[in-house]
């Protein structure tokens, strides 16, 4: 039964990782056509990437609410927002005169809500050690980081806030490589409630 059980675990995080590099394809794809004048084609693949994103809540829940029932409604819930936000943002590109300023807005709000409640799920990751601590301390550092760069993008300072989004998305990007690879480790911590 146990083994049964970290199979289903290790697809889901197979699952996680291959959605969070799919994400990046269909925000940044869907984006650049929407931009460049294909505004319907890009519209559908922001919405399917919101679609992805509530699926990554819902999968990172089911793995983390054993150990971390708040950690896993914060991450879920963070999630939701997010997609919910570029979601909403992509219909206003689409659909709105000036839509472009309000996806803007909305963009950065959902980073700014992935940056902070993305800050649980990493410190389950350095509390579990069920990817190398290393990366997991990068996302750790690098959410909280994105979080700042969306403020200074909003204060004006957006060349010195693209710098600041490099370790967040190196982390989601090895992140969902590793995953995809290898899945997640056991847990080192399972019995240990990592709640804060």
Same mark, same amino acid.
């Given at each position: ?39 319907? =084609?890009?519209?559908?693949? $922001? ?8 699926? $990554? ?5 089911? $793995?983390l609410e054993k150990d971390s029932p ?5 991450y879920f819930f963070t999630r939701l ?39 649980? =799920? ?41 710098i600041l989004l490099i370790p967040g ?28």
């Amino acid at each position: 039964m146990v083994h049964g059980k970290e199979k289903s675990k290790n697809t889901k995080s197979r699952l996680i990782g291959g959605l969070f590099l799919l994400a990046f394809i269909l925000y940044g794809g869907g984006t650049a056509l929407a931009l460049n004048g294909q505004m319907i =084609f890009g519209m559908s693949l $922001i919405l399917t990437n919101s679609v992805v994103v509530i699926v $990554i809540g819902l999968l990172v829940k089911s $793995i983390l609410e054993k150990d971390s029932p708040l950690s896993a409604n914060i991450y879920f819930f963070t999630r939701l927002s997010e997609a919910l936000l570029l979601g909403i943002g992509a219909i206003a590109l689409t659909f709105v005169s000036d839509g472009g300023e309000l996806n803007t807005t909305l963009y950065r709000l959902a980073m700014i809500i992935l940056g902070l409640g993305s800050i649980v =799920f990493c410190r389950w990751l350095i509390a579990t050690r069920v990817i190398y601590v290393p990366l997991a301390w990068l996302g750790y550092i690098g959410y909280p980081l994105m979080t700042l760069s969306m403020v200074a993008e909003f204060l004006g300072y957006g060349n010195f806030a693209i710098i600041l989004l490099i370790p967040g998305a190196v982390f989601e990007l090895t992140f969902g490589i590793l995953l995809l690879l290898v899945g997640l480790r056991s847990p080192i911590n399972a019995s240990q409630k990592v709640d804060p």
